[in-house]
């Protein structure tokens, strides 16, 4: 199912008949108990999990994305957070795209685990699909599947701060414990707050907006139960809408 481990003739054989995952990170700071490479692993694994009920192939992950803003990632002041320019990341999504098509592919999802990388993302696909009338491509935010149900019950006792700021703190961490428990810090588990909440963006980002230990929110209400939860509820979504937009 990972395209990077089939050969070139099993790629061949099934790149035109599936749906072909692309997930889209960041390496970017995830506070102090998460490594840089959850914005990865997280769009992979759930993509991974996704091809498997509909018979997909999973390109290898892109892991760099646009640059992390200080109120939905801390920004770009942290050690470690690694980012490309607007135009970088749509010119690298772009010729991904237009080399699998090349080869024949033409039915995509492709799943940001960044939130930062949203509209950069639809500008490559809006230029790809402009020169292939007969591709179609999904662009997939999960957090979007997630009914108001399930976030009242995830987030019963400390309350949804919304998805901008739900950045290393209790889902992200809840999947980390769920899918790769062994990059958790269980010892380093901090809650963390933004100081000063802005309803505007000041370029350079004064100090005070710069959460301190890079968690936004309360990632000591994270558990490895909440984790698998919130896979349970998302991964049947996923593969219905999958199913429906791209017919399997
Ligand atoms: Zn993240
Ligand atoms: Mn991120």
Redesign the pocket.
């Known amino acids: 199912m990972r395209a990077s481990e089939m050969t070139w003739q099993e790629y061949r054989d099934c790149i035109a008949t599936s749906i072909i995952f692309l997930p889209v990170?960041?390496m970017?700071q995830?506070g102090p108990h998460?490594p840089l490479s959850?914005?990865m692993i997280?769009p992979a694994r759930m993509s991974e999990l996704a091809a498997e009920q509909v018979g997909g192939i999973v390109l290898p992950t892109i892991p760099y994305g646009y640059k992390s803003q200080p109120t939905s990632?801390g920004g770009q002041r942290f050690p470690g957070t690694t980012s490309l320019n607007g135009n970088t990341l749509i010119n690298v999504v772009l010729d991904i795209l237009r080399e699998t098509y090349r080869h024949g592919g033409r039915r995509f999802v492709v799943y940001n685990?960044?939130?930062e990388n949203a509209m950069f993302l639809t500008e490559a696909i809006d230029l790809f699909v402009s020169a292939a009338p007969d591709a179609r491509v999904m662009l997939l935010d999960e957090t979007l599947l997630i009914s108001d149900e399930m976030l009242d019950e995830l987030f019963a006792d400390c309350g949804f701060p919304g998805w901008d700021l739900e950045?290393?703190a209790v889902i992200?961490t809840s999947l980390m414990q769920y899918f790769a428990p062994e990059l958790v810090r269980e010892d380093r588990i901090v809650d963390g707050q933004i100081k000063r909440e802005m309803p505007y963006a000041i370029f350079p980002p004064p100090d005070d907006v710069i959460p301190e230990s890079g968690v936004l929110y309360k990632a000591t209400f994270a558990s490895r139960e909440k984790g698998e939860k919130y896979v349970k509820h998302v991964l049947p979504k996923i593969v219905e809408v999958v199913r429906r937009e791209l017919g399997v």
């Open positions: 990170g960041a970017e995830h998460l959850v914005d997280l990632g685990g960044h939130y950045h290393a992200e």
